[in-house]
């Protein structure tokens, strides 16, 4: 039988291992320690930076990781970016402020031969020097003794990586310190992967919150545009329609009476117009008659004279426009102005608007409308569409009148003695002749009412509207920008270059069919919503709508004069030509129309003074200049009566015997606000 071994090395052989399971136990209880510590962190992620800090707090409790630093990739894979670095040689850094670096600057240093290899190196002294002997690596900052580093792996995809250095020759990493960072590194990298996807997703969130906040403002204001563009469609058929009937009702064989009454209803239809009044005036016995009123509280007014000599400050509204011949608007803005002057005759409106009748440029009588209600305010649009109506009206009225006229003595005649019958016979006859002749007459002045509206507003030579409608369009332009800064526009001021030479050396009806195929191609260049007008003589003009920048407005603008350039072709001769266009971009600076058509005045003739064929945006030094030219020429006619002009004598001298022979009589001019003003100048 074999000997038994000694029984106390059986027992210190059982201690040892003992002591070694005792040891692993505590380093596993250690580790899960550590674990349960760093998932506890990445549940209570706020920031990162305090989430790193506690990690190498942790970390450092398993090994020894006293200089520790954790670098991410970028989402490109070109740059690295130090989240968190600790280093007893470089305390004072602090990696927050750092900007990521390309991946390529990491090329040669230990770093990113770990990005390069992707696997977990544990390197003492020996294999550094080996590694920057083979030309692998060179060293970045203090040599270290020890290093050990873990790459941060996310379904199989490096994101970073995570390392742990020493320089004291004493304190070395081993295999066992690898396993233990290797493995926290997979905790870690999980906490950065949920931690990136939280950031994408809040990000994504956010962003998605934006554009579904900007959609619904983009829907809230496409619907204003939209409610008001519907709004205005409808006033616009309403005001189509009475203008339709008003028209129909103009041509019918209504009494006067039954007339008046059918026009407040369509008036009323339209506008408030509850308290509605005709006043006709009779230059014969210069009084004033009111065959029809409507009237809240003044329905028993009676006929009065006129005088015609009265002060303007004491006329009546209705006397005003009669004596002016012009529409008379009264709103809140002037009607405290009106009851400080005590001449409206009744009780006192808040608004009132009356138009003129007028028959050859004459007024024969007053269409007034009022309201009583607090607040209420007449327009300018609505005294655009009262002066059409009070143009029917004074046509109707003048007309039924002829015809009340024919009716009285047809009565006349039918009363006449048997004697007379054949006569009446004959002059019936007559008289039908007669009436369909008138007929005729009405369709064509009817004809001709259409044909004036037409003239009244367009150019007779070129079809194109005239001055009065392109201010009354651009008038609108200007309302629509002060009601909607976005309701963009451009004007264009433009005339003909060397067109009095044309018409002097070729005659005006050359001129004329210039000024056709001119019109013609400034239309060309425009868009379907724009308006070219022609203002008189060679002077065009053109209304450009929503355009408020200024590379679309000068392609159009270059566009028109190389059109003008291009030689036309007039009976059998070739003429060439160019133009001079002046530019201006509307703005809230510009209050009416005649603003804008001066400063577009005012721009085309410095594009003259410039070398013609071009065009020039007017800028404010445009507007001084004219305004300092108009000073000048106003204020030169009282110069001399002010004693401001003054005389000084040059001497001529005879240059061989040196004697004064005469003098030379120089005007000089001293203002007083612009001090010495040159001849040149005056």
């Not at 200089?67 to 690295?80: I, R």
């Not at 607040?375 to 009262?386: C, F």
Request: aromatic letters at 8%.
């Amino acid at each position: 039988m074999p000997s038994n071994p000694n029984p106390s090395d059986d027992l210190l052989a059982k201690l040892e291992e003992l002591e070694k399971v005792t040891a692993e136990k505590a380093n596993v209880e250690k580790l899960q320690k550590a674990l349960l510590k760093i998932a506890r962190l990445s549940s209570q992620v706020s920031r990162m930076r305090d989430f790193y800090q506690d990690l190498h707090i942790v970390i450092s409790e398993l090994i020894n990781a006293t200089n520790f630093y954790v670098a991410l990739l970028t989402s490109d894979k070109q740059f690295v970016k130090f989240e968190y670095f600790y280093d007893e040689e470089d305390i004072e850094l602090d990696p927050t402020s750092w900007e990521p670096e390309p991946i390529e600057a990491f090329k040669s240093t230990l770093t990113g031969y770990l990005f390069k290899t992707e696997q977990t190196l544990l390197l003492d002294e020996k294999l550094i020097k080996d590694l920057i002997d083979q030309g692998e690596i060179s060293m970045r900052g203090k040599p270290t003794n020890h290093w050990l580093g873990v790459p941060l792996m996310v379904n199989n995809e490096m994101i970073g990586v995570m390392v742990t250095q020493t320089y004291d020759p004493d304190q070395n990493y081993t295999s066992q310190d690898k396993e233990v960072l290797t493995f926290v590194s997979q905790q870690v990298a999980a906490v950065l992967s949920q931690n990136k996807y939280q950031q994408q997703l809040r990000a994504y969130n956010e962003q998605l919150e934006f554009k579904v906040l900007q959609r619904t403002e983009m829907l809230q204001q496409i619907n204003q545009d939209l409610e008001e563009k519907i709004r205005e469609v409808e006033q616009s058929s309403a005001i189509q329609n009475a203008v339709f009937k008003i028209s129909e009702l103009a041509n019918s064989s209504a009494e006067l009476d039954e007339f008046y009454l059918s026009l407040h209803k369509i008036i009323d239809s339209i506008m408030h117009s509850k308290n509605f009044y005709i006043c006709l005036y009779n230059s014969k016995t210069e009084r004033l008659t009111f065959p029809y009123i409507i009237d809240e509280f003044d329905n028993d007014v009676f006929e009065r004279d006129l005088k015609k000599d009265k002060p303007l400050e004491e006329q009546s509204p209705t006397e005003r426009v009669l004596l002016s011949g012009q529409p008379l608007l009264i709103n809140e803005e002037n009607n405290s102005k009106w009851l400080e002057m005590q001449v409206i005759v009744g009780t006192f409106p808040e608004t009132w608007l009356g138009v003129p009748l007028l028959k050859d440029s004459e007024a024969i009588g007053v269409l007034a409308i009022q309201s009583y209600v607090k607040g209420k305010s007449y327009t300018d649009l609505d005294k655009e569409i009262l002066m059409y109506v009070g143009q029917q009206v004074a046509t109707t009225i003048i007309r039924k009148k002829s015809t009340d006229a024919l009716k009285k003595a047809h009565q006349k005649l039918k009363k006449a003695n048997d004697e007379l019958e054949k006569r009446v016979e004959e002059r019936t006859n007559e008289l039908s002749i007669t009436n369909n002749t008138l007929k005729s007459m009405l369709d064509e002045r009817n004809k001709m009412q259409k044909k004036l509206a037409f003239e009244a507003f367009h150019d007779n030579l070129t079809g194109l509207p005239n001055r009065a409608l392109f201010i009354n369009r651009l008038e609108q332009c200007i309302k629509q920008q002060r009601r909607n800064d976005k309701a963009d526009y451009s004007v264009l001021f433009l005339d003909l270059d060397r067109f009095k030479v044309i018409n002097d050396s070729l005659g005006h009806l050359v001129g004329d069919e210039l000024l056709k195929q001119v019109a013609g191609r400034l239309e060309d260049c425009i868009r379907p919503q724009d308006t070219v007008a022609r203002l008189g003589g060679d002077e065009f003009c053109i209304l450009l709508r929503d355009v408020s920048d200024y590379t679309i407005t000068a392609k159009i603008a270059e566009r028109i004069v190389e059109s003008i350039q291009e030689p036309f072709q007039v009976d059998e001769s070739i003429i060439h030509t160019s133009t001079s266009v002046g530019v201006v971009i509307g703005n809230l600076n510009h209050l009416t129309s005649s603003d804008v058509l001066r400063d577009a005045d005012s721009a085309m003739y410095h594009a003259k003074d410039s070398g013609k064929s071009r065009y020039l945006l007017f800028d404010a030094e445009m507007h001084q200049a004219a305004l300092k030219r108009l000073k000048i020429e106003s204020e030169l006619r009282n110069a001399i009566k002010n004693h401001q002009i003054s005389v000084y004598y040059q001497p001529i001298l005879d240059l061989q015997t040196g004697h004064v022979v005469a003098f030379e009589a120089l005007s000089r001019w001293f203002h007083e606000e612009l001090g010495f003003i040159s001849p040149a100048e005056f």
